[in-house]
């Protein structure tokens, strides 16, 4: 399978200042707080129960280093509403989710440390 | 310097068949072409020159092992316009664009191997 066709604007301001074009950050941000929604929603379903909302944001911060700057944090933060699932199974599944869906992995091992804040609504 | 704000729709569809709105794997592709070509220029305007143009597409493939789906490649392909830039030179700064842009060394080391096809126009 293969995906192209996304064309965002940005430049120079909207990475750097406060431009309101996209840019990268914001991209790999939305990309994985959206494969990390979907994923989860497959894992609840997964267990026979059907999810009202989950709702995820991610932060990403911008760092350097000697080579240059360079994302060094994502924290996503999850909301899901979903009547029968306990508080266990919950923490369970987005901890699975967070080291299981494509995009978690595509970034393992890269220069950003992934933190989880999940909350059962 | 945190970022969040882009907001896209995407659906099963548009990510496992043929919808309009976008996925996280067009996200994830949109952020390394864009960051790639951004870091390129500033490694061409580093030695002096001032490229007329730089544009990258990236290609990404999505296949699966025991875990569950991953990205297991992305293509970029990038076009440079700039008087005055060898053939050798140009070689030399489009990989190290590849190995330093921070979207790069996000996605090293995770399930994605990265290939580059750069062309001086």
């Given at each position: 399978m293969n995906f192209t066709g996304y064309q965002g604007a940005f430049t120079f301001a909207s990475r750097f200042e406060s431009g309101e074009e996209t840019n990268p950050e914001e991209l790999v941000g939305a990309a994985q707080a959206g494969c990390y929604s979907m994923f989860l929603s497959a894992l609840i379903s997964g267990e026979g129960l059907n999810p009202?909302?989950?709702e995820t944001d991610a932060f990403v911060s911008l760092g350097g280093?000697?080579?240059g700057p360079k994302i060094d944090n994502i924290k996503?933060?999850?909301k899901v509403k979903c009547e029968g699932l306990s508080e266990e199974k919950f923490n369970e599944l987005a901890q699975a989710a967070k080291e299981k869906c494509p995009i978690s992995r595509l970034y393992a091992g890269g220069t950003a440390a992934v933190e989880l804040e999940a909350e059962l609504l």
């Open positions: 009202e909302s989950i280093d000697d080579i996503l933060s999850t």
